[in-house]
């Protein structure tokens, strides 16, 4: 079946660092990659997305990168801060999607 | 507007009993979706539906049942409750398939069946 891989599952950065995790996915029909944050005990919220005819997008210390061709997509958080310690979900799909199995990132003042 | 709700909020089961979870959502969205998020892991599709009538199974339909018969409301039943559905359970709905295809959760129901 159509599989999303998400690593690494846990990452333990200083403040004031970069944090990246990384996705692959089966699915070449895919053509839209979100990414959600989930704080403990809440939902997921959308962080940031992208579609196949991006190939990068920013939103001040969050970016994302897709290579469609390797089937990679790639979440980039700069400047890191305690509040950014929480679980993210990349997805892979359209209107209907896969999720990866989430990286915890720790954030150490 | 009060987005996607989902009620109730927490609710232990016996096994064997059966429940219905009820998600509501007010954006008139036509899709709509049923997840289930096992301890430390991802999000797995259990249903979705792209319009009031239409439903159609995601990667874990064994044990659950839905119904969409308004554009609002996608309730999710759980017949013959087993320990193996202990679980949190979200719903979400998005606008649809032309886009956006961001989708919106609700606050999620914590069930243990025990």
């Known amino acids: 079946g159509e599989n999303v891989e998400q690593h690494p599952s846990t990452l333990s950065v200083q403040e004031g660092d970069s944090a990246v995790i990384k996705c692959t996915y089966s699915?070449?029909?895919?053509?839209?990659f979100p990414w959600y944050k989930q704080e403990l005990g809440k939902r997921p919220q959308l962080i940031i997305d992208i579609r196949s005819n991006v190939g990068e997008k920013k939103d001040q210390r969050i970016a994302v990168t897709l290579n469609k061709t390797a089937k990679h997509f790639s979440l980039h958080i700069t400047e890191t801060q305690p509040e950014d310690s929480a679980v993210y979900f990349c997805a892979a799909g359209t209107y209907k999607y896969i999720f990866g199995t989430g990286t915890r990132l720790k954030v150490l003042a | 507007n009060a987005g996607v709700t989902q009620t109730p909020k927490f609710r232990i089961l016996k096994i064997g009993q059966s429940m219905t979870l009820q998600c509501a959502q007010d954006m008139n969205h036509n899709y709509m979706y049923w997840y289930r998020q096992d301890p430390g892991m991802g999000l797995k599709l259990i249903y979705y539906s792209v319009g009031a009538g239409i439903t159609d199974k995601g990667e874990v339909p064994n044990g659950y049942n839905v119904s969409r018969s308004t554009t609002e409301d996608f309730p999710l039943r759980l017949e013959l409750a087993a320990p193996s559905q202990t679980s949190v359970y979200f719903c979400a709905s998005s606008p649809g398939d032309r886009g956006p295809y961001e989708q919106y959760f609700g606050p999620g129901t914590r069930l243990t069946v025990t």
């Open positions: 699915d070449s029909a895919s053509n839209y």
